[in-house]
């Protein structure tokens, strides 16, 4: 029962921080990929038709290291670009360096989720208590759970008159 529950626990963590990641970049992505798009020349217009990319696709691209500039811009508007610009576009280290920041914020607030969860399950294992022994009551234990002289303290609990007579019997 207790390995359901911790990989259910594990694909429920993987979910929540995917989504963390995919808020985060989403919160970034359209201004960031808009204005590196048209720092290299593309239009203002292609360029935000470019970046309303949704944010999945880009994570999964920049996972899996493909460059999908040249597909969002098409070849009509690469056709427009200078070479220098269409090679510096669709070149490898364009599309990484671009997501960078989108990125990097998307880390940020996942972490800092993470952060949170630790600390109140920190807080939640400081308020659970002291360790419990649980002691397997014995024949010979549970004829003398008394305190030595034959009597039963009434004060002690169950597990603490076990522990001590078993003790008291070893002694």
Do not use: W
Not at 63 to 78: A, I, K, R, S
Not at 79 to 92: I, K, M, N
């Amino acid at each position: 029962m207790n390995q359901t529950f911790q990989n259910s626990a594990q694909v429920l963590s993987i979910g929540v921080f995917f989504t963390l990641m995919i808020l985060g970049l989403a919160s970034d992505l359209p201004h960031t990929l808009a204005s590196g798009l048209e720092a290299h020349g593309v239009t203002a217009a292609a360029a935000n038709s470019a970046s309303h990319t949704p944010p999945v696709s880009v994570l999964f691209a920049a996972f899996l290291g493909y460059n999908p500039v040249e597909h969002l811009l098409g070849p009509h508007v690469l056709s427009t670009l200078s070479a220098s610009s269409r090679a510096t576009v669709t070149g490898r280290s364009f599309f990484p360096h671009l997501i960078s920041s989108p990125f990097s914020t998307g880390l940020h607030e996942a972490f800092a989720f993470a952060i949170v969860a630790c600390l109140v399950a920190a807080g939640a294992s400081l308020l659970r208590g002291g360790k419990f022994h649980y002691v397997e009551p014995s024949a010979a234990a549970t004829h003398a759970n008394g305190n030595g002289n034959g009597k039963i303290d009434p004060s002690v609990s169950e597990l603490a008159r076990i522990t001590t007579a078993e003790e008291q019997h070893a002694r």
